[in-house]
């Protein structure tokens, strides 16, 4: 394969908007092609001694598994650090610990509550920081539905993406990179759980330049119309827990079951981030079914993680 381009080396990763079109475009160039080389069984040595930081302050399956392969398949090492094990759990400051790590680490990948913790690792580490969710952002999981989208649809440009349930950080990552590429985004959201306004008006900006479109409907049936991908997440993210009962009852019109899939494009895929709940946002039937390509999305959370840390660890 191609040599990786240099272009993004030292760069964070903290919201889809860090980046352009053009280099979100390079990440997900450079995964289709480890997803290649790794079945060939070719291996990109691209971090030779370099070690990568995970910190996390909430569970994690994919977020965390997909990136210590990455690292590792990339010739590096990473180290996975429950956060309430670092003296940041006792009053050490965000400021302080960055600035030790990039003492020690080519990267730091943190999943945590607040988009403002992970900025504020932005803004005093040297080294890249890449954000594994927060509670209104997943940048990371965004990459690898668009590398989903485009491996079926060959271009995410005039493609029709409706999103059913919860405006939360999935909602919201996903609108901005459906709307940097020009895709058509409809998310039908019951009645106080609308994405962030803020972020909503951030990408139809973007749309109006790409030639895509934002919408934010309530009735899930408008937005499954037609689409072309249907996408959910789970009903109660974490943290969230304490809202369970109420949550499960505003929602119940959302979930993606095969009568919304009919409403749907005949070639219509279901997408889900995981992890699910089946029997709540999603059916049984849907998930496990011929349109699901929920599994590959997972596998594909390798290939663009992969992808992010060769380009941005020098
Ligand atoms: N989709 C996702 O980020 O899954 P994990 O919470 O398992 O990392
Ligand atoms: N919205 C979910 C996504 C999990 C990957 C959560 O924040 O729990």
Redesign the pocket.
Known sequence: MAGIPSGLKGRSYTRVSDWTADELRTALDLADELKVERVRRRELRALPGRTVALIFRK??????ISSEVAIAELGGMALYVPAADLQLSRGESTRDTALVLSRFVSAILIRTFDQAEVEEFATHATVPVING?TDTS?PL?ALADAMTIRERFGQLDGVRIAYLGDGNNICHSLMRISARFGAHFVAACPSGYEPRAETVAAAKADAATTGGSVEIVTDPRDAAAGANVLYTDVWVSMGQDDGREQRLRDFEPYRLDAAKLALADKDAIAMH???AHVGEEITEDVLYGPRSLVWEQAENRLHTQKAVMALVIH
Do not use: A, M, V
Not at 59 to 64: F, I, K, L, N
């Open positions: 569970p994690s399956t994919r977020t965390r969710l997943h999981q981030d995981l992890p």
